[in-house]
């Protein structure tokens, strides 16, 4: 893995960092230290926030503030909403998995659910008795939720209670899944998981809810930090003492490990999962290890960071897997490139290709030439080369560069680009199903 940034804010020395990658483009990274929200009035500290499906639009809560704020990646406006629960302060906040909804839970244990397509918003008052601290969504749009009262409450998306179940201890990392079975089920994501006192899994099945499925762990793991599902019916648990465990939940081998290794010496933090890359990953101490899903034993890639003081945080993917964060208990976030998207092109025996998010390599094996490198200005879609000329682009936009020089010129088209060709004069930009030519530069 490359190291792309490196982000450190001196108002977040010594603070624990919240961070979101955008859902499914991944272009930006949204972050938040003690005191990191900016709002019209003060800055406050950042409570929770979550993408929305799409992408679009980040979903922000914060402390002593009983609005909601949203920002739209598209505009780059924030717009504020108010929950209508002034005596309250928010706790916790989440996006639907499918749909314009919004859930968003309260220290006191309400609940409201916004509808940002209609401006609905359902208030559910009493849903628990104390601090909404955690949850998910299903496809289906059933929200689980857990509290500090020590339950986990099971909702449709008018906030009507389905079932509730009581926890012998604090909830924590609720997911929906689908548990391993002989016959697949066509019930969507019928199954619960969630970490009970630190020290549990516990499954519920949302169809039978008074008969949980208890996963305990050996005492010398530690307590459970978090944990991730993939593939068919496989879950990924991280350990405080630097276990690494993998079991599945196939009824016939309920709880049983496929695999387990002590990744970290003194203590893991965090592991987390890139279905795209079918890679998992743990971090603790001053190390990142990676393993492939597909053989766990496999450890692809060591990432060591020097810090001095204390260790890694949380470790987080982009959904396509191209780029990986970790962040420090000393306030600091590094990026990763881990997959650099394949994009070239070729004229005779040249070739034009990608060798960073930010550079194209030239070379002609054939020709015995030198390679060229050039810095490009964007994180581009095409490359495409000439016999003087290279070309990279993204959406209606496109950046030429002479070889000889690599001083850059730039074209704009009346649609997003789709391929592009050059000779020795001439581009042809094929977009929205027709062709532009145009002298290059």
Request: net charge negative; with cysteine; hydrophobic share 40%.
């Amino acid at each position: 893995p490359q190291s792309v940034f490196i982000l450190a804010d001196k108002a977040w020395i010594g603070s624990n960092l919240l961070y979101k990658w955008q859902k499914s483009l991944g272009n930006y990274i949204a972050v938040a230290g003690s005191f990191a929200f900016l709002s019209s009035t003060s800055i406050r500290r950042c409570m929770g926030m979550d993408w929305d499906n799409d992408g679009d639009i980040l979903a922000v809560i914060a402390a002593k503030s009983s609005s909601i704020y949203l920002w739209d990646a598209s505009v780059n406006k924030t717009s504020q909403i108010d929950s209508g629960l002034s005596k309250d302060q928010m706790s916790f906040i989440l996006w639907s998995k499918t749909g314009p909804l919004l859930a968003v839970g309260t220290t006191k244990g309400n609940l409201l659910i916004y509808n940002r397509q209609t401006s609905r918003k359902i208030p559910v008052l009493g849903k628990h008795t104390k601090r909404i601290t955690c949850g998910c969504w299903n496809s289906q749009n059933l929200l689980a939720l857990g509290s500090d009262d020590n339950t986990l409450s099971i909702s449709n998306h008018e906030g009507d209670t389905i079932t509730q179940a009581p926890l012998r201890g604090e909830p924590a990392d609720i997911y929906f899944s689908s548990m391993k079975t002989d016959e697949r089920s066509s019930h969507g994501e019928s199954t619960v998981s969630v970490i009970v006192d630190k020290k549990f899994l516990m499954l519920f099945n949302v169809n039978d809810p008074d008969n949980p499925i208890k996963l305990a762990f050996q005492k010398t793991y530690g307590s459970i930090v978090s944990y991730h599902w993939y593939g068919d019916g496989y879950i990924l648990l991280g350990f405080s003492h630097g276990y690494f465990v993998v079991i599945s939940t196939h009824i016939r081998e309920i709880g049983h490990e496929i695999y387990q290794t002590r990744n970290q010496e003194d203590s893991l933090n965090s592991v987390a999962v890139s279905p795209a890359l079918h890679k998992a990953a743990s971090c603790g101490d001053n190390s990142i290890k990676v393993h492939e899903l597909s053989e766990s034993k496999y450890i692809s890639s060591v990432v060591q960071l020097d810090e001095d003081i204390k260790g890694l945080d949380q470790i987080s993917w982009t959904d396509d897997g191209q780029l990986f964060a970790v962040s420090t208990q000393k306030g600091a976030l590094h990026v990763f490139l881990f997959k650099l998207p394949i994009l070239g092109d070729s004229y005779g025996t040249r070739l034009a290709y990608l060798t960073s998010l930010l550079e194209v390599t030239v070379s002609n094996q054939v020709e015995g030439e030198k390679p060229v490198t050039i810095e490009v200005e964007v994180e581009p879609t095409f490359i495409a080369v000439g016999p003087d000329h290279v070309s990279v682009g993204m959406n209606n936009r496109a950046w030429f560069y002479a070889l000889d020089d690599q001083k850059p010129g730039d074209t704009e088209y009346l649609g997003t680009i789709a391929s592009m060709h050059l000779n020795a004069d001439y581009a042809a930009a094929l977009f929205e199903g027709k062709v532009q030519l145009h002298m290059v530069m």
